[in-house]
Nanobody, 118 residues
Framework: QVQLVESGGGLVQAGGSLRLSCAASGSSFSANAMAWYRQAPGKQRDIVAAISSGLTTTYAESVKGRFTISRDNTKKTVYLQMDSLKPEDTAVYYC????????????WGQGTKVTVSS
């Protein structure tokens, strides 16, 4: 199976920044869409941002203007730059991959925890 490994989570004060990284191992990384999801305690897992193989990006309304998703195909890594963090951003953040020809994000990482204090 393709492995996704997230890193970069931690504790930060409101207004601060963090950059999450997701390292992929699949040979078809550059052709696949990538996304970041998050899940807060007691809530469902929701998509935060996504980036296509053609570098088209989409964002959840709650993070527009604050978060930026990017990818480095040479390093097989996707990033999530998070600025102006708010306490409501506290969650476990997951990296996900949608393979070519698939309509769903079928590969998931283990998650990295982000805690934003007030």
């Amino acid at each position: 199976q393709v492995q996704l490994v997230e890193s970069g989570g931690g504790l930060v004060q409101a207004g601060g920044s963090l950059r999450l990284s997701c390292a992929a191992s699949g040979s078809s990384f550059s052709a696949n869409a990538m996304a970041w999801y998050r899940q807060a305690p007691g809530k469902q897992r929701d998509i935060v941002a996504a980036i296509s193989s053609g570098l088209t990006t989409t964002y959840a309304e709650s993070v527009k203007g604050r978060f930026t998703i990017s990818r480095d195909n040479t390093k097989k890594t996707v990033y999530l730059q998070m600025d102006s963090l708010k306490p409501e951003d506290t969650a476990v953040y997951y990296c996900a991959e949608r393979a070519y020809g698939s309509s769903k994000y079928g590969n998931w990482g283990q998650g990295t925890k982000v805690t934003v204090s007030s």
